[in-house]
Structures are given as C-alpha cells and as structure tokens.
T-cell receptor
C-alpha cells in the first residue's frame, strides 16, 4: 500500500532557528515521485519541490533544503534561519501509478509556527 | 497571474440544497482534479478528469459529482450537502497522467471553503 507519514503534527520555533520537517513514505513501486507543498493560512497549496525515486541527490534552494534517503524511505525538509512568513502547514506527498493513472497521496501535514 | 482559479473563495449553502463549485485553468492541462480537505486534515482526492475521461475514487460519496464541459473548466456538484461536507474544496491541474509524466506537479487553486447551515 502507498502511504505517507508526517509524524510531527505541529512544530513551534523562534525566528532564525533551523527546523526540519520529517516525511516517511511507503510504496512497492520502483518508480515514484515525492513532493513537498506549502499551505499558508490563505489556503492554497504551493508546490515547493519534487524528487524522483532514482535521484537521491539532495537539493538546496535558498533557505530550503531537502534530504532524500531511499534506504530509510525518508524525504525530509529543512528550513534554515526560519522566518515568520514560513508559518504554514507543510505537506509531503507521494505520486504513484495505479489503475492506469497517476495519483497523489498526502501526509497528514505538519503545522509550522515561527514566532518573532 | 492566477493559473487555476476557483470561484467563489467562500460558499455558504443550506443543508440539502444543491451547490456547485467552479474551477477554471489557463494552463491548458489535460488533467483536472477535485480534492476535499477537512479541517486539520490532508487533501483527499474525490475524482479527476483525464481530458473527458472521468475517474471516481472508490470511496467518493455518490452525493458528489463533476462535470467538465471543456479543457478549461471543471465543476463540482454536491447534490444534497450534509453537515459533514463542510470543508475546503481544492481544484488542481496537471499535464498528463501516464507514468512518463508522473513527475509533473499538480497546480492548485486557492480553494473554495464550503459552509453548510
């Protein structure tokens, strides 16, 4: 079965702290894609990054970095020097191929609160 | 520029009164999705269209239906809304659903928050 687990329900940090959001996934597929989305209080889901199962290279984009480890089925997301604007719910998602179509399943989300 | 547009942002309807939510896109994507997101939960896929081909998730209630008259527009119809249908409804689009295209991210609209009186 396909599953995404985000064990951290809520995280609270003070501005400028580093924070890591955990994501663990389960899949039997050999080809799959992982995504992170941000959902600010306004409600829209904003795409942050995708990673395919054959590319374990970590990625850095400004203050954001992602650590994909296939051996532990994890795709963790780190925000360096957090800012108040980072406050949002972050969703990890797994895209897999089923019944002739691609489907996306989300983890339960981690609510990040960054305080001044 | 808005690429996936959902109207209205907030919708209030009465218990049992049919309601339609709309979604339009300027991306010319062939796939459109509808998700339901209840408070503090992950989005849950209701159904999607690949072009005109409609695909319903097995656990989507019969109360929920959808129409896609053309590439740009997709509607979510709730025939007889119950209190449990109060949620955020998110529309998303992507290019293709074949395995080769599965790296394409889904682009989401701002959502419509539905309240039931």
């Amino acid at each position: 079965a396909q599953k995404v687990t985000q064990a951290q329900t809520e995280i609270s940090v003070v501005e400028k702290e580093d924070v890591t959001l955990d994501c663990v996934y389960e899949t039997r597929d050999t080809t799959y894609y992982l995504f992170w989305y941000k959902q600010p209080p306004s409600g829209e889901l904003v795409f942050l990054i995708r990673r395919n199962s054959f590319d374990e290279q970590n990625e850095i984009s400004g203050r954001y970095s992602w650590n994909f480890q296939k051996s532990t089925s994890s795709f963790n997301f780190t925000i360096t020097a957090s800012q108040v604007v980072d406050s949002a719910v972050y969703f990890c998602a797994l895209r897999f191929f089923s019944g002739g179509y691609n489907k996306l399943i989300f983890g339960a989300g981690t609510r990040l609160a960054v305080h001044p | 520029d808005a690429m996936v547009i959902q109207n209205p942002r907030y919708q209030v309807t009465q218990f049992g009164k049919p309601v339609t939510l709309s979604c339009s896109q300027t991306l010319n994507h062939n796939v459109m999705y509808w998700y339901q997101q209840k408070s503090s939960q992950a989005p849950k896929l209701l159904f999607h269209y690949y072009d005109k081909d409609f695909n319903n998730e097995a656990d989507t209630p019969d109360n929920f239906q959808s129409r896609r008259p053309n590439t740009s527009f997709c509607f979510l119809d709730i025939r007889s809304p119950g209190l449990g249908d109060a949620a955020m409804y998110l529309c998303a689009t992507s290019r293709g659903t074949l395995a080769a295209d599965s790296n394409q991210p889904q682009h989401f609209g701002d959502g419509t928050r539905l309240s039931i009186l």
